[in-house]
């Protein structure tokens, strides 16, 4: 069982940048795959971008790329998703999970989860 921490939420205006930081327990997670997604008010969550346990394998939603990086450090047991050029239609509450495997799986959800961090973008 892995748990998930996120942090590095918060207020940021337009144009800005903030990371995200996912703090995993355990001493092997480096056999998971990664992502993080986001839920915005009414909305469904949705994967914004995915790493597999080695990071020598990303995928980012077309919404972020170009604009979000997604990296981890093992030997920390840390993900992370840099942000910049933040636009208000990126508000949302950012969650991070881990899949069962080395690989991540786009097209089924993570096993485990965090609790979520608020991102608010104001213009």
């Known amino acids: 069982q892995v748990q998930l921490v996120e942090s590095g939420g918060g207020l940021v205006q337009a144009g800005g940048s903030l990371r995200l930081s996912c703090a995993a327990s355990?001493?092997?997670?480096?056999?998971?795959?990664v992502g993080w997604f986001r839920q915005a008010p009414g909305k469904e969550r949705n994967i914004v971008a995915a790493?597999?346990?080695?990071?020598?394998?990303?995928d980012y939603a077309a919404s972020v790329k170009g604009r979000f990086t997604i990296s981890r450090d093992n030997a920390k047991n840390t993900v992370y998703l840099q942000m910049n050029t933040l636009k208000p239609e990126d508000t949302a509450v950012y969650y991070c999970?881990?899949?069962?495997?080395?690989?991540?799986?786009?097209?089924?959800?993570?096993?485990?989860w965090g609790q979520g961090t608020q991102v608010t973008v104001s213009s």
């Open positions: 790493i597999n346990g080695s990071a020598a394998t990303t």
């Open positions: 355990g001493r092997t997670f480096s056999r998971y795959g």
């Open positions: 999970a881990a899949w069962d495997s080395y690989y991540y799986t786009l097209s089924r959800l993570p096993s485990h």
